[in-house]
């Protein structure tokens, strides 16, 4: 339920220069359009045709703003928002505040704000994402938003015009996380803020969306969200680089939110650098002792989780891996499956087509369990050797997370001195 108090910013004095009798005219209400507006009827008390005019428009005059901070009030958003709609050049309707009333719910968090006019309005729509005392907020029509009466009062599309830039905000983009590079991230711990997860995944590129999903009720994150790249091309190296990175405890999921969206082979040769700069600039760092988050450039707060800094647990710059030839499947072929020897050379050869999709095949080895029982190291594991390591960067790129009876492959680069040396891992 709303509070039934509201700030109401709005000037109700009657324009200078107004003829006396005449109705004022509202912005966006052509004249003419509520005929009984200067009508008396009896036994019902007069309303002013101002009044009227305005009731009747409030519907394309208001945004939604959601997922506020907590420490948001009426005064503080109206100021902010009005502030915001003259820097982008957002005031059409002259000198003056934007913003007439604001009507917030603590509870929820969100607010319904609304503007002088309905032009300003489809304006404050731009601002979807902006940053509000340090979170990102949702900017949204509201649900008695009504599309084919607001689109006779004015525009219902921002102006292209606007200077969205001086505001942070990318021009043509929105705050949300929508299209088919979208990327879901899982496993964040509850207590980062907006601003800190946004700093990890800015890590790898600027962001054109990030929306991170909150409880209704109490505002708080769920663990989760989904963000777009405005580059595309680096969403695979991020996605590689946090996928299954450890903080405090809990393991980040980062993978393409639609299944369409699978790691481009293209892009095998961005994915392969990227680990390989991560992964000298490791060495680099355990070598002279530096500051590994300063100099790699992940964000300054993840220093207090453990295993992110060098050498500790199983963070990120720990298990970052330099490409080689070789790459090592698991969960691809049960024990079971390779005692069969018919069995076995229909995997093999299957493998062998499959993995030869990406390049050429120097070795493949699929260890079998012994028929007396005898435990053999690497049962149950593939290893690919490829001619180079742009095949088998191409081929870890596209094989791992990919399901084979109904469990996601694992592929990771394999060291090809332990190859050679039938040193299968156990």
Sequence with gaps: MLPSTAMNTSNSQSPLGQVAGMVPTVPGVFPGMFPFAGAQFPGLPAMPAQAMTQQATRHARRVYVGGLPPMANEQTIATYFS???AAIGGNTAGPGDAVVNVYINHEKKFAFVEMRTVEEASNAM???????????????????????????????????????????????????????????VGGLPYYLTEVQIKELLESFGPLRGFDLVKDRDTGNSKG????????????????????????????????RASASGQPKPDQA?????????????????????????????????????????????????????????????????????????????????????????????????IPRPKPTGEEVPGVGKVFVEYSDTQGASKAKAAIHGRKFGGKPVVAVFYPEEKLLERDYGG
């Design 126 to 184: 731009a601002l979807d994402g902006i940053i509000f005392e340090g979170v990102s907020v949702r900017v949204r029509r509201p649900s008695d938003y009504n599309p084919s009466m607001a689109s006779t009062l004015g525009p219902s599309q921002p102006s292209p015009h606007l200077n969205l830039a001086a505001v942070g905000l990318t021009p043509g983009a929105t705050g949300g996380a929508d299209g088919p590079d979208r990327v879901f």
């Design 269 to 365: 040769n961005v994915l392969a650098h990227a680990q390989h700069q991560i992964a000298l600039q490791k060495l680099a760092l355990q070598a002279t002792g530096a500051n590994p988050m300063g100099t790699t450039g992940l964000p300054q707060f993840m220093m207090g989780f453990p295993g992110m800094a060098l050498g500790m647990g199983d963070g990120m710059l720990s298990q970052v891996e330099i490409p080689t030839k070789v790459v090592c499947l698991t969960e691809v072929v049960s024990p079971n499956e390779l005692k069969d020897d018919e069995e076995f050379d229909e995997i093999f050869e299957d493998m062998k087509d499959e993995c030869g999709k990406y390049g050429s095949i120097v070795n493949l080895v």
């Design 83 to 85: 502030q915001v709609m």
């Design 224 to 255: 989760y969200g989904f963000c777009v790249y405005q580059d595309p091309a680096v969403t695979d190296v991020a996605c590689a680089a946090l996928n299954g990175l450890k903080m405090g405890d809990k393991t980040l999921t980062v993978r």
